[in-house]
Structures are given as C-alpha cells and as structure tokens.
C-alpha cells in the first residue's frame, strides 16, 4: 500500500510521513484513477523517437498456414487454406489474410526463422538469448536493454512496457525480465494484477479541482523521493505504481475509451477472455492500438501477445479451426496499426515484428492439429526504415525446414536495435559481475542486410 | 424450400453443441467457454447461463420434460442441472481423459459417454451411477449415437472403426468399417435401419449396419462434415461441417434442398426441432444460428 499524505510519504513498510493520498485496492469509494485522470489535457500527439512494437502470438503460429503455404504438398501436408496473391508479385499469402495481403508493400517476411529453443515460453523472443547459460544477473529483455541504454523520453512514460496479461502458462505471461540491467528498467506490466487497482482515496473530484496543487504535491514528492533513493528502493511494483499515479500520460495512453470510436473500430475489439481453452492471454485486437497510443506517449519498446496458437488439433478445435479464429483477427488488428501509424507519421520511426517461439509441424497430426516445430518458424517485419515488400528465406516443399538463407532470432533483434539507433558493436551493458555484455552475439548475427 | 437464420446467440468461445427441447421454446448450447448457455425461443432472451464445468461442454441434452439438462464436458463430467433454478442438480465422473461425446436414450433412462481414454462409460441418469464400462476401441473415442429403440449405440473414434454395442448385454456386437479417416460423428436414422456416419473427409457415408456395408455417400462439404442430425421425421439429414457450411438433403434421394450459409467456422453441432421447422448450429465461430424452415418456395 502506498500512501501519500501532506506533503510527504509514507510507505507501508513503516516510513513515517504524512500522506494525502492513499492508493489502495477497489471498493473504498475513491475515484479509479482513469477517471481522475480523464480531465487532464491531452499531452503530446505522435513522437519523433525510434520505438519498436512487438506482438508475440503465444504458442507457436502456424507458418505453413499463414505467410509459407504449400498448395502442391499432400493434403496431410498442405492442410485446409489457398494462398492469395498479395500487392507485391511473387508474394502469397493465406487466403484470411486478405488485409495485409493489400499491405504487403508494407511488410517484409521471414519465412525461415531459425534458432528456436523449443520451449513454450516467450522468453526468446523478448529477450533474443536462450535461457540457458545466462550471465550472472541473467540476460535483460529488449525493453529492459532499451531502457538501460537509451533512457526514457520523457519522465511520464516507461521505456518498456508490456500489455501481457497474467496466463496459466508461466513461461507465457513474462513481460520480459530487467536481468542484469536493474529492476528500474523492468518493463512496465500494464496488465499485470494489481495495476489497475490504484484509486485515489478520500478525495473526491472538487476536492482535487485545483489541478496545481496537486501537481505540485506529486513535484515535491518525487523530489523527495529522488533525493534519498527512496525510488530506488522501492519494490518495483511500487516504484511501476507510483509512476502509474503520477504519469497522466500513461493512463490516457492505456485508456482506450479516448480514442477516436472510429479508429477503434478499424482496429476490432476482441475480447480479455483467455484465448483457445485458457491457459494463454487474450485475442485483443485493442492491444494494437493501446501500442500504438504507447508509442506516442513515449514508450520505447511495447510488446502485447496476442491470443493462443498452440494448436495441437481435437478436442480443442483442429488447427484450422483455430486459425480461422485467429488469422482474420490478426489481419484485421495489424493492418490496422499499419494503416494508423503512417497516416500519423510513425511508420518510420516505429518498427514492429509479429512472432511467436517456433514454427508448426509439417505433418498434420491425427486428431487435425499441428506440434510444436522448433526447426523453422516466421516472422513479419514492418516499419523503422527497412526495406519491406520483400521475402527473406525459403523453406522446402514440405515447410520443414531452412533452405535459403535462415534467419536466426539474434539477426531480427539485431535489426530492431539498429533500428533504434543502437550500435550493437559497440553497445554494452555490464553484468552483475562488472563483465560488459554485448546484446546479441555480434560476431555471429548482424542487422539484416536485406532490411536495413 | 429456404432457410432463413432467424436468431444468433454468442458464447466467448467455440460452440460445440446445441439441442433443442421437446417443446420448442428452449435452447441450450454447450461452449469451449466453459458455460452453457439456455435460450428462450421465439424470443431469444437467455433463460439462464449454467457454470461450474471446467472445460469445454461437449454435448447438451434436455430431459425430464424439459426441466432439466444433461450436459458432458472435456472435464470428464456428465452433470444434470435444473433449468428452473440454475443448480447443479448431480455430477458423475469416471472417464481418466478427456470425455468428448454423449448420448442419451430415448426413453431418458440412460446415457453413454465417450472419451480420450478409448472407453465408453454407460450411465444410469435415473440414479445417477455408472452402469457399465465397454471396452474395445484402440483410440480415442469421438461420437457416440443411441438407436431410437435404445437396444443399441454406436460409436467411432480415431481407430477408424464403428462399433455396435448391446445395451443390455453390454457388448460389442459389431464392427463397421473401417472409414478411411477418423469418424467426426455418427446418427441412427429415426427408423434406425441406417446409420450415417461423417469422418475427416468431405464424405458422409450411410452404412446399412445390419450389413456392414456403406450403402450410399453424400458430398457436398469442401472440408471434413464434422456433424449429422437427422429431422425427427428423418425425413431430411442436415450435415455441418469444417468449410462453415451446413447441407439440409432429402434423406431418401440425397438431393441438397439447402445449402445455409453465415458461420465464419466450423459447424461442430446441429440440432432439429421436434417439429421440424428450425434447425440450430454451433460452430467455432463462437455463435448458435437458429433457421427458420420458411413456407415461401424461393
């Protein structure tokens, strides 16, 4: 519990100050905090700093059925779904895929992603590395490296931020650990529990009209907090709140009732039920627009998952079944978002990759799904300046693997980071042993020169 | 005639089931979302929403002159539930995988529940126990059918084959077969002379099971037919399967009078009115459709 009295602070770990506000859980009678928030002006629209934006499909998509199909494999192979062509000759792609058929000028496609570590787990694809034999400290996620090298943009919002709701699967509902570089660059877990259970309390509306003085308290608090550390030695859940609190910015950026109804529908919806039969995060087609709100508002780095695409056939649905729930939702969320950021001039700036931790089987198994297939995967690039309309790789004629140019997850987080502006010959972080770190192994994978 | 889809009813995931009650005035459907959902018809206000199952609910059955619901789940469940008050009214269990298909007799009396463990448990509804285990699948077990004079069930599953069963004796009395894919689902004909039987293919086939052999195939679906009803006249055979799409055909000749198009995913139920004039469809496009037999020729 975090209280803020007068003109001072007390925290619940026994700091003996006064407060004024008391953040606690729901159901006092206080006002949510969007709500109080709600009045203040808008501040900022669009951003000249580099983002990246990186939707996770939980579980593992389908490549063969969504951006590498294989209409002339046996059926047992090539499965339920046409390609389509797409606005770039020589590019097909799934048949409900229609939207970012018309868009794929905008998007380069990997179609041999290589280097999966086999588990179900969002871990390399935020943070690049295996889990395996990590520095001491343990490897920090993109966002949190950002974070470290690159500071925020502004005091209000987070470098990082994660829109990953809690999941049954564990290995699923990280946002991405801070490792070696601190827990003050943890990203922010907007959906994690607790975050939306900062109400003000014992204040109402008209009691809180003067604006400034509220302002000012919020100023003179962080001044204090600065001054002894005391910042630093919170919980970093409590430092997350505090920012949540005090950064109007954010909230509004979260807050997706503000936006335009118009853009809102371009996006769809979705829904916060766990997709597929519960153990994964939400199909939230929203989550593309709150990263993009993100992005303007000043985040660096935001990742969302996006649905359950572990689909390994009956009695929850076949892999066809679930695709057809899925891929329109995709095509619709994502061509949206590249629709909304060029027409605000973000498209630039800001990259995105939509990846999931491998590829699926080739084979069709016999109760209509497909397993897991850490031997080749996909992904799709857009943004930040790369070359985009093109396909980078090749598989063989069954998708099973690589047989042109693989592309391994470091080379792909080297292209973000470069992205960003950050050198990743040059750039460093030091583990907790003083050892400095570079961010992928650069000796081995490089930004990839067909993108950038 | 044509077939007018006159209400949608959503769940918050796939739909796997849905059934009509005697009377016409409810409908239940059985979701991926864990819930059953009851309908009032013609109005389409719900009735109740029934939680507690802790998976998917396969199949829903009206019983006891329509004041209680049968239901089976993935969570290996059959519970009874009164729809007067919401309640769990009994839960039985027995299957150790997951329990994917249910039947209940005519006479309501009985019910068979298939599963993942490649067994089928026979239950007494009325005293709500296990009556019985019958064991002879090499796989998982995915439909199950109760002949309208409640001596037989069929059922199939991944081991390509479909087995009948004596009730009374408790036996498998014969084997069908063997279909080229996995059997999806299976129905007796009202008359219960025939037994159709849909698989992994586009293929509906009709066995005379006396015979054991396939006396005719239906085509029509572009993906595998994922379920069969026949009208309660058995008069027409209506068939949904992975291509959205549900075939209504004369029986007797075959000939599609209606092709119902909307679902945007695979139909996984599909149920007829005692009177014939509504059919209902569950599909993984999380809605339930009902269509209106209309008396206007197109």
């Given at each position: 519990?975090?209280?803020?009295?007068?003109?001072?602070?007390?925290?619940?770990?026994?700091?003996?100050?006064?407060?004024?506000?008391?953040?606690?859980?729901?159901?006092?009678?206080?006002?949510?905090?969007?709500?109080?928030?709600?009045?203040?002006?808008?501040?900022?629209?669009?951003?000249?700093?580099?983002?990246?934006?990186?939707?996770?499909l939980?579980g593992g998509p389908p490549h063969q059925d969504m951006v590498d199909l294989k209409p002339d494999a046996p059926v047992e192979y090539r499965g339920e779904f046409s390609p389509i062509r797409s606005?770039?000759?020589?590019i097909d792609v799934c048949e409900h895929m229609?939207?970012l058929a018309?868009?794929?000028?905008?998007?380069?496609v990997i179609r041999s992603l290589v280097?999966s570590?086999g588990?179900?787990?969002?871990?390399?694809?935020?943070?690049?590395?295996?889990?395996?034999?990590?520095?001491?400290?343990?490897?920090?996620?993109?966002?949190?490296?950002?974070?470290?090298?690159?500071?925020?943009?502004?005091?209000?919002?987070?470098?990082?931020?994660?829109?990953?709701?809690?999941?049954?699967?564990?290995?699923?509902?990280?946002?991405?650990?801070?490792?070696?570089?601190?827990?003050?660059?943890?990203?922010?877990?907007?959906?994690?529990?607790?975050?939306?259970?900062?109400?003000?309390?014992?204040?109402?509306?008209?009691?809180?009209?003067?604006?400034?003085?509220?302002?000012?308290?919020?100023?003179?608090?962080?001044?204090?907090?600065?001054?002894?550390?005391?910042?630093?030695?919170?919980?970093?859940?409590?430092?997350?709140?505090?920012?949540?609190?005090?950064?109007?910015?954010?909230?509004?950026?979260?807050?997706?009732?503000?936006?335009?109804?118009?853009?809102?529908?371009?996006?769809?919806?979705?829904?916060?039920?766990?997709?597929?039969?519960?153990?994964?995060?939400?199909?939230?087609?929203?989550?593309?627009?709150?990263?993009?709100?993100?992005?303007?508002?000043?985040?660096?780095?935001?990742?969302?998952?996006?649905?359950?695409w572990d689909w390994h056939g009956?009695?929850?649905?076949t892999n066809f079944d679930n695709a057809r729930d899925h891929i329109?939702?995709l095509d619709?969320?994502?061509?949206?978002?590249?629709?909304?950021?060029?027409?605000?001039?973000?498209?630039?700036?800001?990259?995105?990759?939509v990846w999931g931790e491998f590829g699926r089987t080739p084979k069709i198994n016999?109760k209509g799904g497909r397993d897991h297939w850490p031997q080749v995967g996909c992904a799709l690039?857009?943004?930040?300046?790369?070359?985009?309309?093109?396909v980078i790789g090749e598989t063989n004629e069954l998708a099973e693997y690589a047989t042109r140019r693989p592309v391994?997850?470091?080379?792909?987080?080297?292209?973000?980071?470069?992205?960003?502006?950050?050198?990743?010959?040059?750039?460093?972080?030091?583990?907790?042993?003083?050892?400095?770190?570079?961010?992928?192994?650069?000796?081995?994978?490089?930004?990839?020169?067909?993108?950038? | 005639?044509?077939?007018?889809?006159?209400?949608?009813?959503?769940?918050?995931?796939?739909?796997?089931?849905?059934?009509?009650?005697?009377?016409?005035?409810?409908?239940?459907?059985?979701?991926?979302?864990?819930?059953?959902?009851?309908?009032?018809?013609?109005?389409?206000?719900?009735?109740?929403?029934?939680?507690?199952?802790?998976?998917?609910?396969?199949?829903?059955?009206?019983?006891?002159?329509?004041?209680?619901?049968?239901?089976?789940?993935?969570?290996?469940?059959?519970?009874?539930?009164?729809?007067?008050?919401?309640?769990?009214?009994?839960?039985?269990?027995?299957?150790?995988?997951?329990?994917?298909?249910?039947?209940?007799?005519?006479?309501?009396?009985?019910?068979?529940?298939?599963?993942?463990?490649?067994?089928?448990?026979?239950?007494?509804?009325?005293?709500?126990?296990?009556?019985?285990?019958?064991?002879?699948?090499?796989?998982?077990?995915?439909?199950?059918?109760?002949?309208?004079?409640?001596?037989?069930?069929?059922?199939?599953?991944?081991?390509?084959?479909?087995?009948?069963?004596?009730?009374?004796?408790?036996?498998?009395?014969?084997?069908?077969?063997?279909?080229?894919?996995?059997?999806?689902?299976?129905?007796?004909?009202?008359?219960?002379?025939?037994?159709?039987?849909?698989?992994?293919?586009?293929?509906?086939?009709?066995?005379?099971?006396?015979?054991?052999?396939?006396?005719?195939?239906?085509?029509?679906?572009?993906h595998?037919?994922?379920?069969?009803?026949?009208?309660?006249?058995?008069?027409?055979?209506?068939?949904?399967?992975a291509?959205?799409?549900?075939?209504?055909?004369?029986?007797?000749?075959?000939?599609?009078?209606?092709?119902?198009?909307?679902?945007?995913?695979?139909?996984?139920?599909?149920?007829?009115?005692?009177?014939?004039?509504?059919?209902?469809?569950?599909?993984?496009?999380?809605?339930?459709?009902?269509?209106?037999?209309?008396?206007?020729?197109?």
């Amino acid at each position: 519990m975090l209280t803020i009295q007068g003109s001072g602070l007390k925290l619940c770990d026994g700091v003996a100050r006064r407060s004024v506000l008391k953040i606690g859980a729901l159901g006092l009678g206080g006002l949510s905090l969007p709500q109080l928030l709600q009045a203040e002006s808008a501040a900022g629209t669009g951003s000249s700093h580099k983002s990246v934006i990186m939707v996770f499909l939980t579980g593992g998509p389908p490549h063969q059925d969504m951006v590498d199909l294989k209409p002339d494999a046996p059926v047992e192979y090539r499965g339920e779904f046409s390609p389509i062509r797409s606005n770039v000759a020589g590019i097909d792609v799934c048949e409900h895929m229609p939207l970012l058929a018309q868009r794929m000028d905008q998007l380069a496609v990997i179609r041999s992603l290589v280097g999966s570590e086999g588990r179900h787990s969002a871990y390399q694809c935020l943070h690049g590395h295996p889990t395996l034999k990590q520095p001491p400290g343990g490897w920090p996620c993109f966002g949190a490296a950002v974070s470290k090298l690159q500071g925020q943009v502004n005091e209000e919002t987070p470098v990082a931020v994660s829109l990953q709701p809690r999941m049954g699967g564990a290995g699923w509902s990280q946002p991405g650990q801070p490792g070696f570089a601190g827990m003050r660059h943890a990203p922010f877990a907007a959906n994690a529990p607790g975050a939306n259970d900062m109400v003000l309390t014992g204040m109402t509306q008209q009691t809180l009209a003067d604006r400034r003085t509220l302002l000012g308290s919020m100023e003179s608090l962080r001044r204090q907090l600065s001054a002894t550390d005391a910042i630093d030695g919170m919980d970093s859940f409590y430092r997350q709140a505090f920012e949540i609190l005090t950064s109007g910015k954010l909230v509004k950026a979260l807050d997706v009732d503000d936006e335009d109804p118009a853009i809102r529908e371009r996006y769809g919806r979705g829904s916060k039920e766990p997709a597929g039969y519960g153990d994964a995060g939400w199909l939230r087609n929203e989550d593309f627009l709150v990263a993009r709100r993100l992005v303007e508002a000043g985040a660096r780095v935001v990742t969302l998952s996006f649905g359950r695409w572990d689909w390994h056939g009956q009695p929850h649905g076949t892999n066809f079944d679930n695709a057809r729930d899925h891929i329109p939702a995709l095509d619709q969320a994502l061509s949206a978002l590249l629709d909304d950021l060029k027409e605000r001039g973000l498209d630039r700036d800001t990259s995105v990759v939509v990846w999931g931790e491998f590829g699926r089987t080739p084979k069709i198994n016999k109760k209509g799904g497909r397993d897991h297939w850490p031997q080749v995967g996909c992904a799709l690039l857009a943004g930040g300046g790369i070359r985009t309309g093109q396909v980078i790789g090749e598989t063989n004629e069954l998708a099973e693997y690589a047989t042109r140019r693989p592309v391994h997850f470091q080379e792909v987080f080297a292209t973000l980071y470069r992205n960003l502006g950050i050198d990743i010959d040059r750039a460093t972080i030091e583990d907790l042993t003083g050892r400095p770190q570079y961010l992928v192994d650069h000796a081995k994978y490089q930004p990839l020169p067909e993108l950038v | 005639m044509s077939i007018e889809p006159i209400l949608t009813f959503r769940h918050d995931n796939a739909v796997y089931s849905v059934a009509f009650s005697s009377d016409g005035k409810l409908l239940a459907s059985g979701s991926l979302d864990k819930t059953i959902g009851v309908w009032e018809l013609p109005s389409g206000n719900q009735k109740v929403r029934l939680k507690g199952h802790r998976e998917a609910v396969c199949t829903v059955v009206f019983q006891n002159d329509n004041s209680l619901l049968l239901s089976a789940s993935l969570d290996k469940t059959l519970r009874t539930w009164n729809l007067e008050s919401g309640e769990l009214k009994s839960s039985l269990s027995g299957h150790q995988a997951y329990l994917t298909c249910m039947a209940a007799s005519a006479d309501e009396t009985l019910a068979v529940t298939g599963s993942h463990d490649k067994e089928l448990l026979l239950w007494d509804t009325e005293s709500s126990r296990q009556v019985a285990v019958l064991q002879g699948h090499t796989d998982l077990v995915s439909c199950v059918a109760w002949s309208p004079d409640g001596k037989l069930v069929a059922s199939g599953g991944l081991d390509l084959v479909i087995r009948i069963w004596d009730v009374e004796s408790r036996r498998q009395v014969m084997e069908i077969g063997p279909h080229p894919k996995p059997l999806q689902s299976i129905a007796f004909s009202p008359d219960g002379r025939k037994l159709v039987a849909s698989d992994e293919s586009p293929v509906v086939r009709v066995w005379n099971f006396k015979s054991g052999k396939v006396e005719r195939t239906f085509e029509g679906h572009e993906h595998s037919v994922k379920t069969v009803a026949f009208s309660d006249d058995g008069r027409q055979l209506a068939s949904g399967g992975a291509d959205s799409r549900i075939i209504v055909r004369a029986f007797t000749t075959g000939r599609i009078e209606h092709r119902l198009e909307g679902h945007r995913n695979t139909i996984y139920g599909i149920a007829w009115s005692a009177d014939g004039q509504r059919l209902a469809s569950a599909s993984f496009d999380r809605t339930v459709r009902v269509w209106q037999l209309s008396a206007e020729t197109p």
